[in-house]
């Protein structure tokens, strides 16, 4: 089974203490990370990604083409948007619609 790094305690790099569980935030996300009491912080590394991953995508328009499939519309979702949001085959989506020309597709992250 693989070790869920979020149960460890790192020790700080600066003063060796133990660090405690944290949660921070980095561009508007709430991101796991570890403190010392030294002040010295630490990102969980799977957080951290998540966000590094969204800030080269946000505020670009990532064009996606409608196809058909048994008699329903389906939507392309370009692969970079799938990894980001690390979509799953089945997974099911929330449609929001938001105006005549817009709608927002929510995960369940
Ligand atoms: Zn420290």
């Given at each position: ?14 003063c060796?203490?133990t660090?405690?569980k944290a949660?921070?935030s980095l561009?508007?996300f709430?991101?796991?990370a570890?403190r ?20 080269k995508l ?8 409608v196809?058909?499939?048994n008699?329903?519309f389906?939507i392309r979702i370009p692969?970079?948007i799938?990894?980001t ?6 997974e099911k989506?929330?449609i929001?619609p ?9 995960t369940?992250e």
């Amino acid at each position: 089974m693989k070790r869920d790094l979020w149960e460890g305690s790192p020790k700080c790099i600066k003063c060796k203490k133990t660090m405690k569980k944290a949660e921070v935030s980095l561009s508007g996300f709430r991101v796991r990370a570890w403190r010392c009491s030294c002040g010295e912080e630490l990102l969980h590394p799977i957080d951290a990604e998540k966000v590094f991953l969204f800030n080269k995508l946000k505020d670009r328009k990532i064009e996606a083409s409608v196809g058909m499939s048994n008699r329903s519309f389906i939507i392309r979702i370009p692969k970079e948007i799938a990894e980001t949001y690390k979509l799953q085959k089945g997974e099911k989506l929330e449609i929001v619609p938001e105006t005549p020309k817009k709608f927002l597709i929510e995960t369940g992250e």
